[in-house]
């Protein structure tokens, strides 16, 4: 079974991750303590996921290391949060935060406006500081500013993607598993390894 050490210590993404890729043994941060990844500098996040799968990889030398990041984009906002996704609210950002910084900056907005949105990700590969692959997956949908769900984490309880009515906080794990942005760009990396590695 390849060894596979994804760049995070979100349990959560862990978790999602393990889940769409079996047949792979997967770890993460949380099992290489001290390992400290670099500050996430990058203005995409393309750079963003090399940044951090770069930074893992030059202290596992030998291991294969992904990293994704990702975010909300919402277009009423210019594409914010974007790359600042995860530091939304400031420095030391929590989910709920990130969340409560987003409807505040949802009600200033003048009118009506419709709150198309996507969740974006780019995952990148790197074994011994070299970028073997780059896979990027979107998930477009809308807004509501009424949390709904308790399930996922980030941004879910306030997304409902394309052709649903519920919440990413809502609909079952394996639902999201099928079409969030993380499982679509996890196909095109899956299966460049599947055929690459």
Request: hydrophobic share 40%; aromatic share 6%; charged share 20%.
């Amino acid at each position: 079974m390849p060894s596979l050490v994804f760049a995070t210590s979100n349990a959560h993404k862990t978790q999602e991750v393990r889940a769409m890729m079996p047949g792979f043994d997967i770890s993460d941060l949380r099992d290489h303590p001290g390992l400290i990844l670099p500050e996430e500098t990058g203005e995409t996040f393309e750079a963003n996921a090399i940044i951090k799968a770069a930074g893992g990889s030059a202290h596992l030398p030998g291991l294969l290391v992904l990293a994704d990041d990702s975010g909300l984009e919402v277009d009423a906002l210019g594409g914010a949060p974007g790359v600042r996704s995860a530091r939304y609210s400031g420095e030391n950002a929590t989910d709920a935060s990130n969340r409560e910084k987003l409807k505040l900056e949802i009600a200033k907005l003048p009118g009506s406006p419709a709150l198309t949105a996507r969740f974006r990700c780019c995952m990148a590969l790197v074994r011994d500081g070299r970028t073997l692959h780059v896979a990027h997956g979107t998930v477009e949908g809308c807004l509501i500013t009424q949390e709904q769900g308790a399930g996922g984490f980030g941004y879910d309880p306030l997304f409902v993607p394309e052709g649903f009515e519920d919440t990413f906080g809502v609909l079952p794990a394996e639902t999201k598993n099928q079409l969030s942005h993380r499982a679509r760009a996890l196909a095109q990396m899956s299966a460049w390894m599947r055929e690459n590695l």
